[in-house]
T-cell receptor, first 113, second 113 residues
Framework: EPEVTQTPSHQVTQMGQEVILRCVPI?????FYWYRQILGQKVEFLVS????????KSEIFDDQFSVERPDGSNFTLKIRSTKLEDSAMYFC???????????FGSGTRLTVV | GDSVTQMEGPVTLSEEAFLTINCTYT??????LFWYVQYPGEGLQLLLK?????DKGSNKGFEATYRKETTSFHLEKGSVQVSDSAVYFC????????????FGQGTELSVKP
């Protein structure tokens, strides 16, 4: 069964550093998403991406965050200057179209120290 | 705004016990409703869904019925197994809003032999 692949599974970074979280969505999917889950809290929507542009973003997704689909297969989330409160599990997801269900990746646990 | 509320966890049951995990939602409009499951160390997997009032979603012995009158989508299983131990998330989605999922806080289920 096709999978959404996320790397790395765990990343530790120092406060103020830039991090890039990587995702490879399923190849024929058109809609891409990032969600995050701070430990013990809800899974929260960050951003959706379609046709090479952001279609919706949440209040969390401020100027420190950016997304990119650089080469038609990868989908990346960049945090420019990490804060302690960015520590969370980040999930990538994709789907073929708006009527279909999501396929989620296994997540990247980001720890900011 | 739109939101999902789940019963607090953790829920601890003995094998073969009956499971109910409550989920209620607040939404302006007619969302689709989902249950996702997260096994330890894995991503979010779609368990079941219902797209309109009175629909019943079912999968792997789990069931949930979309109740518009009580704005609920409670998850049930007649006889749980140790392998059902996981975190369960209720979520809603509006297809005409870019497909953003709104999650509940998750309910951890632990099934003891």
């Amino acid at each position: 069964e096709p999978e959404v692949t996320q790397t790395p599974s765990h990343q530790v970074t120092q406060m103020g550093q830039e991090v890039i979280l990587r995702c490879v969505p399923i190849s024929n999917h058109l809609y891409f998403y990032w969600y995050r889950q701070i430990l013990g809290q809800k899974v929260e929507f960050l951003v959706s991406f379609y046709n090479n542009e952001i279609s919706e973003k949440s209040e969390i997704f401020d100027d420190q965050f950016s997304v990119e689909r650089p080469d038609g297969s990868n989908f990346t989330l960049k945090i420019r200057s990490t804060k302690l409160e960015d520590s969370a599990m980040y999930f990538c997801a994709s789907r073929v179209d708006l009527g279909d269900g999501y396929t989620f990746g296994s997540g990247t646990r980001l720890t900011v120290v | 705004g739109d939101s999902v509320t789940q019963m607090e966890g953790p829920v601890t049951l003995s094998e073969e016990a009956f499971l109910t995990i409550n989920c209620t939602y607040t939404a302006t409009g007619y969302p689709s409703l989902f249950w996702y499951v997260q096994y330890p160390g894995e991503g979010l997997q779609l368990l079941l869904k219902a797209t309109k009032a009175d629909d019943k979603g079912s999968n792997k012995g789990f069931e949930a019925t979309y109740r518009k009158e009580t704005t609920s989508f409670h998850l049930e299983k007649g006889s749980v197994q140790v392998s059902d131990s996981a975190v369960y998330f209720c979520a809603l989605l509006f297809y005409n809003q870019g497909g953003k999922l709104i999650f509940g806080q998750g309910t951890e289920l632990s099934v003891k032999p």
